[in-house]
């Protein structure tokens, strides 16, 4: 029997904001038709997966109606502990009905499924099945912050999350700015939108005065603010708060 493949379905990066504008604006419109097309889920919560999925219905009409949409969530324990090491986490049986020949989607709340978000043991389950991965096109608010940043976008590496204890996170901020500033490779790295203030504030408080930090807020939506000056500047100049906004920050030379 044919096997149906499995796409990567990015969701826009307005997921928890206030305000969400047309969703033709921010996705392609081939992305929205691959979507509405497919009946079988695979995402991190079946709510704001409907949610995802009423949108698309109002720009290309789905193939079956939500009621009838076949929508399996990934275990909590893999949104909380990462699913990215081999063996932790057999995605395999949610891939059945790839396997029986249905095409199916995975997404994930916003952004691209897999990058820095849930989803990776469901791609490495599907290869080992023989199952096709097709990512579509859509945005990456990683890669949409390195290239607005003005910093390395040759060498780079995501750090994800820092850690919460406030000691813990200065000696992570000098380490990461240790290795940008001798090998000149941007490190990236994003916070949960309440906690933006506090991080940025130990940004500011840590990095060396000459060190290039780069903040991109609210990617894609009508207030997004993407800022890239010295530390000095900074201190110079310091930001609003703001904690609705999701954030990408960014530092380098």
């Keep these: 029997m044919n096997r149906g493949k499995l796409y990567l379905v990015p969701a826009p990066l307005d997921f928890g904001c206030d305000t969400q504008g ?8 081939g992305t929205l ?17 409907r949610a995802f999925l009423k ?14 949409q076949q929508i399996q969530e990934l275990p909590r324990e893999v949104h909380k502990k990462g699913d990215h090491q ?27 499924p897999a990058v820095a ?26 890669l949409l912050a390195l290239a607005a940043s ?25 380490e990461l700015e240790s290795l940008a500033l001798r090998t000149g490779q941007t490190q990236l790295f994003i916070e949960t939108p309440y ?5 940025l504030q130990a940004l500011m408080q840590t990095l060396q005065h000459n060190t290039r930090l780069a903040v991109a807020r609210g990617l ?8 890239s000056e010295t530390v000095k500047a900074w201190r110079a100049r310091p930001p609003a708060a703001d904690g609705r906004m999701p954030a990408v920050f960014a530092i380098g030379r």
């Excluded at 396997?99 to 994930?108: C, I, Q, V, Y």
């Design 195 to 199: 906690r933006n203030a506090a991080l």
């Design 55 to 68: 949108r698309i219905d109002g720009v290309v009409a789905l193939a079956a109606p939500l009621q009838a």
């Design 33 to 49: 038709h691959t979507a509405a097309g497919l009946t079988h889920w695979i995402c991190e919560n079946a709510k704001s997966a």
């Design 22 to 29: 047309p969703l033709q604006e921010v996705m392609p419109l």
């Design 150 to 174: 003005g910093l390395n976008g040759q060498n780079f590496a995501f750090v994800g999350y820092l850690p919460q204890d406030a000691e813990a996170r200065t000696q992570r901020i000098r």
């Design 220 to 227: 894609t939506l009508a207030g997004a603010e993407i800022r």
């Design 86 to 112: 081999a063996g932790q986490f057999d995605a395999r049986p949610l891939l059945a009905a790839a396997l029986a020949g249905t095409d199916m989607g995975l997404l994930s709340e916003a952004g691209m």
């Design 117 to 142: 978000d849930p989803g990776s043991s469901v791609v490495r389950a599907a290869h080992e099945l023989g199952i096709a991965v097709t990512p579509l096109t859509g945005p990456v608010s990683l």
